[in-house]
């Protein structure tokens, strides 16, 4: 029997429960005949001894399991923060993946990481709730945290309500909607495109560590996967590169397209190389066959220069990681160890391990690992001493900064020493944070040729280059290259590297540079009356952070910090609440840094003084060459700059724009004068009886129209929270019982309305009791809220906001208070009172219903109405006869 291929990875934020389940669904597959466990050291696919000893996935591995007539393969994955580019890297080959959700803890700040992962790489999710065996762990309450905090699409598939299963299913997508009006139910075929196409998230809960639910999980899946469809012709995804016991390199890769076997030649790059053998790995053991079809996750042997993320055959290759290392360290060797020997060992690793990088520091004459986190050490040193048998230590770490720039500029590279030429203009843009760099080409062939702008390109993309404030890598711009020259004597490949390099250089001096830092996402769990105590120290960190939950005297700060300021607080959060504190840390990216000039001071770097990556170019004149500073590149540069030009441009045709719009709008009495003056000029003069004027020619000149757009203001609604709160009879009930619940359904209205009116709204709350409490400006949803600063009221902020903004916006403010009503009008905004409010939404939700109803009207088409008088009277007899 012809088997079906799936690949589903497992995911889950440390301590969830992930490798529990994995154990699990391979005991009740019949893959294993004992459950392993994580604290007794005998786990299916903890095969590492450092993953034993510490109780935790540092690699991903993959088990094959059979479940009726489909052949599951599941990959699992490190659920460890340090070790999420392992993870990563992983979900480029799953058809599905499962989220495990720890039922004691809730949606954890790594769970929200992995969420935003899977949504990049557009992986359908099958979410298991685990530990519901634990005493606290509330079904509902965790169903509306998943709503809130991952999507509204997590539905609850262990419902035995068939009637509150399809009319939540239908609440998730229109087509899934009408489907429901019509029939009154949702087939299964439209419940799996559902889940495929990421509109519907399957939970289900139970106890992986007794097999409770495990049986209805699996079922589910099976139930619901969609099976993919691949092409006939070969195709390959590379996820990872490990070395067996005996020190053969293994490509591990997904087959996507046609089959692979035995001795096959593949291409990649510009590499031909020879497949040696296929392995299908289960945990510790493989089977070796002579070939894999498609929808197989194999291992090969005999590909030596293969990369995580390559494609290979009719596979496009992925794009850079989004995770990337944000520590540094130097790694120190035993002495008598030569670094130059050592370092083609630990580009082993490297290739190995994709959130390591080593680097080689020329100037300082030592070895520097980059990585995700301190866990990472151990595990390092580790490998190191398994497989080189080197016992190394580590200095106490850096941050890995990085550099942008905040203006366009244009760079300009030229080299010229005697019988060599080449010059290159590029121009360096900022993009939004977290987008990387990007390359492109701006110039035509006619200027450049083809081949010599493909070079150019080639050498922006070969190296890191470096920032001029402190050495960092740059990141988050746009690299053009607009202009080149070339000589067709004197100019050789290596040419253009050196003024390609010089360019980047150039601009980077000329540019507005800025130092990024990365930047934890952080949640805090500790005792209540220890808040204070926290939210001072984020304060002190340079960091954000609001409460999201208080239950159970616990309370969960969420929020954002340096990663410099944040390394080591775990420790000091477990001395101050006696170890009752958690905290939860993952990667958010890299923002302007807190402290730039006392880091660019401390690091010392001297963008001049670095051979390596120069900023100044060479020119020759008179049989000679010589050096030119950067700032004085600009003056003897040989092709106009590109910038210059276009500013040019723009000035011109803005002339010849408004010279066009003078002469179209001549004053009638011009006109006159000049008629006089030219046509009329030799006639002698005479007494005219002058034409009376018309009103509108006396009072009304022509207008000079400009092509300027007409200014249109964006509406802003400011609500002061607590005074509606208490102004309106529902929310002031459920206030008195809980005040959060009032303010969550609040926000939960006016997310509503401003679904529906497309405005600027900002929901503003006191938070002037709060002792050291900083202003918090927040997205809730689709609109915007605002806790107050320590001694500022919600008046103080809506009065200022009006007073500052009223000329650039159309600002309402929602209030009942009538002093402040007075002042905001006087500020020349307009004000709506509570009850005004409430009618105003309730009224446009009523619209939108309506508008909806209407829709749903059905159109009933009746025979009798599209049939001829003809074919009636026909089938009139026919009746007639029959009787």
Request: net charge negative.
């Amino acid at each position: 029997m012809l088997m079906k291929k799936l690949v589903i990875g497992i995911l889950a934020h440390v301590d969830a429960g992930k490798t529990t389940l994995s154990e699990s669904l391979l005991y009740l597959s019949g893959k294993i005949r004992k459950l392993g466990r994580v604290d007794n050291k005998d786990a299916y696919l903890d095969t590492f001894e450092l993953e034993k000893a510490r109780g935790i996935t540092i690699f991903s591995k993959q088990a094959v399991l059979e479940i009726d007539d489909t052949q599951i393969t599941l990959l699992d994955t490190p659920g460890h923060v340090d070790f999420s580019s392992e993870m990563e890297r992983t979900l480029q080959v799953l058809d599905y993946a499962i989220l495990v959700i720890s039922g004691a803890d809730g949606v954890q700040s790594h769970t929200g990481t992995l969420w935003h992962l899977l949504s990049v790489y557009n992986i359908p999710v099958f979410i298991f709730i685990n530990k519901m065996d634990y005493e606290g762990a509330d079904k509902g309450k965790l169903m509306n945290q998943l709503k809130k905090r991952l999507s509204d699409g997590c539905i609850d598939f262990g419902s035995h309500d068939k009637d509150k299963f399809f009319d939540q299913l239908a609440m998730c997508d229109e087509e899934l909607m009408e489907t429901y009006l019509e029939s009154g139910n949702i087939g299964i075929d439209k419940i799996k495109e559902a889940i495929r196409t990421r509109k519907v998230f399957p939970c289900f809960f139970g106890s992986a560590l007794k097999l409770e639910g495990i049986d209805d999980f699996i079922k589910g899946i099976i139930e619901y996967v969609s099976i993919p469809v691949y092409p006939e012709k070969f195709a390959a995804k590379i996820f990872k590169i490990s070395r067996d016991e005996q020190g053969n390199r293994l490509t591990h890769m997904k087959i996507t397209g046609g089959r692979l076997k035995v001795r096959d030649t593949v291409n990649y790059r510009e590499f031909e190389e020879k497949v040696n053998q296929i392995r299908i790995y289960s945990g510790k053991k493989f089977e070796a066959v002579n070939e894999a079809e498609a929808g197989t996750v194999c291992a090969v042997t005999g590909l030596s220069q293969t990369k995580p993320g390559e494609g290979l055959g009719e596979e496009k290759s992925s794009g850079k990681p989004i995770l990337e290392p944000v520590l540094s360290y130097q790694i120190k060797l035993p002495e008598g160890f030569d670094p130059r020997v050592m370092m083609p060992r630990f580009k082993m690793l490297e290739e190995e391990d994709p959130e390591l990088r080593i680097v080689w520091d020329e100037q300082l004459q030592e070895i520097r690992a980059q990585i995700m986190g301190e866990v990472q050490i151990e595990v390092l040193q580790s490998l190191i001493l398994s497989r080189f048998g080197v016992e190394v230590t580590f200095d106490s770490g850096s941050i890995v900064y990085k550099e942008t720039i905040g203006n366009t500029v244009e760079g300009v590279g030229h080299f010229e020493p005697l019988g060599h030429y080449a010059e290159v203009h590029l121009l360096l843009e900022p993009k939004e944070r977290g987008s990387g760099l990007e390359f492109a080409v701006d110039c035509s062939d006619d200027v450049l040729a083809k081949n010599w702008k493909n070079l150019i390109l080639s050498h922006l993309k070969e190296k890191v280059h470096k920032g001029v404030l402190t050495g960092s890598a740059i990141t988050d711009m746009r690299i053009t290259l607009v202009s080149g020259r070339a000589h067709n004597k004197h100019t050789e490949g290596g040419d253009f590297r050196e003024a390609t390099y010089r360019a980047v250089r150039q601009g980077l001096k000329e540019a507005e540079s800025i130092l990024l830092e990365p930047f934890y996402s952080f949640q805090i769990e500790l005792p209540e009356n220890m808040v204070g105590r926290a939210m001072t120290d984020i304060e002190r960190m340079h960091g954000s952070c609001r409460i999201t939950r208080i239950e159970n005297g616990m309370a969960v700060l969420t929020g954002s910090a340096p990663v410099v300021t944040m390394r080591n607080y775990q420790k000091e959060l477990t001395a101050y609440t006696k170890g009752q504190g958690r905290l939860f840390c993952s990667f958010k990216g890299y923002e302007p840094c807190h402290n730039a000039d006392e880091v660019i001071r401390e690091i010392g770097y001297d963008s001049e003084r670095d051979p390596d990556n120069p900023t100044s170019s060479i020119f020759c004149a008179n049989g000679s060459s010589f050096l030119v500073s950067w700032d004085e590149v600009k003056n003897y540069m040989h092709i106009e700059s590109y910038l210059k030009n276009k500013e040019e441009s723009s000035e011109e045709a803005a002339e010849v724009r408004h010279g066009h719009t003078e002469e179209r709008w001549l004053d009638p009495e011009e006109v006159d004068r000049i008629l006089n003056q030219t046509y009329y000029a030799n006639q002698g003069k005479k007494t005219v009886r002058q034409k009376r004027r018309t009103t509108a020619e006396s009072f009304h000149r022509p207008v000079v129209h400009k092509s300027a757009p007409t200014e249109k203001k964006d509406e802003y609604l400011l609500v002061d929270g607590y005074n509606i709160i208490f102004a309106w009879p529902e929310l002031k009930e459920l206030a008195q019982d809980n005040m959060d619940n009032a303010r969550s359904k609040l926000l939960d209205i006016l997310c509503k309305y401003q679904g529906i009116r497309k405005n600027h709204i900002i929901a503003v709350f006191d938070a002037y009791r709060v002792e050291r409490h900083r202003e918090e400006f927040l997205d809730y949803e689709n609109i915007h809220l605002v806790f107050t600063r320590e001694a500022q009221t919600a008046d103080q902020y809506i009065e200022r906001f009006a007073h500052d903004n009223q000329k650039k916006y159309n600002i309402t403010v929602a209030t009942s208070d009538n002093l402040q009503q007075i002042i905001i009008r006087g500020a020349g905004c307009a004000v709506m009172s509570a009850g005004e409010l409430k009618t105003e939404i309730e009224t446009s939700l009523e619209k939108v219903m309506q508008v909806y109803q209407q829709k749903q009207t059905v159109n009933r088409n009746y025979l009798e109405e599209a049939i001829s008088a003809e074919t009636k009277t026909q089938i009139e007899d026919l009746f007639k006869k029959d009787e």
